[in-house]
């Protein structure tokens, strides 16, 4: 009696883990048609960093805007301020309190295993990461994704997803050094109005200007 009341155990849970996986490619599906459709969000976004090494924990705010097909506006409020505005011409990281600017060729974000791309939903979560579905955390759908060529910045990520709507709402990003970078959106509106003004970015006079167009990596990682 005993052996087969395991067995039958051992069979709900397997077949509880076989539903669970078979959930991941519907739900990766639904995301990745949901963000093919539209053509910009903005957010306000929460950022959590937990630095592995030194156990530091660090809490920013600030804006997220983004436009098809790779248009950013990402602005850190103070006392962490920080403006990444990237097009498809230039890539600008502008530090305030530094009066420092770095600029890049728009290819160190372009692949689709940067905290960029899987952010703003643009990584191709069917071709690039291996997905498994975790239990659902109130009342939103969890996603662990696992890329098939791991970068020092992300070897691992978890996507909250609202089932509704099949946004993204919050991310946590695992670099290779055990960093967590977890970003939490807020206020999101899918396909808010955004004019061109929005990702223009001139160092202001007096900022020095790093130009490093010419890297494939940017100096400092971006979003961290």
């Known amino acids: 009696m005993r052996i087969a009341l395991f067995a039958c155990a051992l069979g709900l849970m397997l077949a509880s883990a076989g539903l669970s996986h078979a959930a991941a490619p519907a739900l990766t599906g639904e995301i990745q048609k949901k963000y093919e459709s539209m053509q910009s969000f903005t957010a306000d976004f929460t950022q959590r960093l937990l630095h592995q090494e030194s ?3 660090e809490t920013r705010k600030g804006t997220l805007a983004f436009q098809k097909p790779l248009r950013v506006r990402w602005e850190t409020l103070p006392p962490h301020a920080e403006l990444l505005v990237i097009t498809d011409k230039d890539v600008w990281d502008y530090l305030p309190d530094e009066e420092l600017a770095y600029q890049y060729a728009p290819e160190v974000v372009q692949d689709s295993r940067s905290i ?5 939903g643009q990584a191709r979560l069917d071709k690039d990461f291996s997905v498994e579905a975790e239990p659902d955390e109130n009342g939103m759908a969890v996603l662990r994704l ?3 060529e791991p970068s020092p910045q992300l070897v691992e990520a978890v996507l909250w997803v609202d089932k509704a709507n099949a946004l993204i709402k919050k991310v946590q990003i695992l670099d290779f050094y055990g960093n967590t970078n977890e970003v939490t959106l807020t206020s999101l509106k899918p396909d808010a109005p955004l004019s061109a ?6 160092p202001p006079q007096g900022v ?3 130009n490093l167009k010419n890297q ?6 971006l979003l961290q």
Request: avoid cysteine; charge should be negative.
């Open 55 to 57: 156990g530091a924990e």
């Open 116 to 120: 960029i791309q899987v952010i703003t």
């Open 146 to 148: 696992y890329p098939k």
């Open 197 to 202: 003004e929005t990702f223009r970015f001139a």
């Open 208 to 210: 020095t200007v790093e």
């Open 216 to 221: 494939t990596a940017p100096e400092r990682p």
